[in-house]
């Protein structure tokens, strides 16, 4: 069954930690993306990879860090220098970037900080 | 930012009712898409027009699009309970850039 898996569903944070939310998706897609969404908001774009080993930062990329080390894999971390983190976290995959495609999303992590 | 804005932010409605939300984006396109997200849930992909096309159906689904006026609408008819959730345009220029959604109400 193809699709894009997020884990853990919530997570709790202590402040001063970084931690690391889960993207998996295997429908071979070149380009993953993320996204963070704030309570009754739009869904605001954190980094961009498009390729193996390649990836951009989007609008709100500060206090984040990812990685692209395998096709199928795009983990994001929350680290302590991200001042606001609780949200909800969308990763989202398409066959390539650019226009035309669609883009697949996982069901997301809630992120909480205590 | 390039984030387009859904208008109304909130509409509620009776179950068989046509349900319209409107769209406007920033920047030249070639597609625009339109999504669907249950609470708490990721967002479904519902539909894509091309920049080309004013108006495009898919089952109870019509979208237009306007790109003089940088504006696209997206009418849901005879609503059902299930229709319930926040609907949000994309644009896809070089990433996906949503729009702030509208959430929608269905009553039963």
């Known amino acids: 069954d193809g699709g894009i898996t997020q884990s853990p569903k919530y997570l709790f944070r202590k402040e001063g930690q970084n931690v690391t939310l889960s993207c998996e998706q295997n429908?071979?897609?070149?380009?993953m993306y993320w996204y963070r969404q704030d309570p009754g908001q739009g869904l605001r774009l954190i980094y961009y990879?498009?390729?193996?080993?390649?990836?951009q930062k989007g609008d709100i990329a500060e206090g984040y860090s990812v990685s692209r080390e395998k096709k199928e894999s795009f983990p994001l971390t929350v680290t302590s220098a991200q001042k606001n983190p609780t949200a909800f976290y969308l990763c989202?995959?398409?066959?390539?970037?650019?226009?035309?495609?669609?883009?697949?999303f996982g069901q997301g992590t809630r992120l909480t900080v205590v | 930012s390039q984030q387009g804005e859904e208008d109304p932010q909130a509409l509620s409605i009776q179950e068989g009712e046509n349900a319209t939300m409107n769209c406007s984006y920033k920047?030249?396109?070639?597609?625009l898409q339109w999504y669907r997200q249950n609470s708490g849930r990721g967002l479904v992909h519902l539909i894509l027009?091309?920049?080309?096309?004013r108006e495009k159906h898919s089952g109870r689904l019509r979208v237009t699009l306007d790109t003089s006026k940088k504006s696209s609408s997206l009418l849901i008819t005879a609503s059902r309970a299930a229709d319930t959730a926040s609907y949000f345009c994309?644009?896809?220029?070089?990433?996906?850039?949503f729009g702030t959604g509208t959430s929608l109400t269905v009553i039963p």
């Open positions: 429908l071979n897609h070149d380009a």
């Open positions: 994309a644009t896809d220029v070089n990433q996906f850039y």
């Open positions: 989202a995959s398409s066959i390539r970037q650019g226009s035309g495609t669609e883009a697949f």
């Open positions: 027009i091309r920049s080309n096309e």
């Open positions: 920047t030249s396109i070639n597609n």
């Open positions: 990879s498009q390729i193996v080993n390649d990836f």
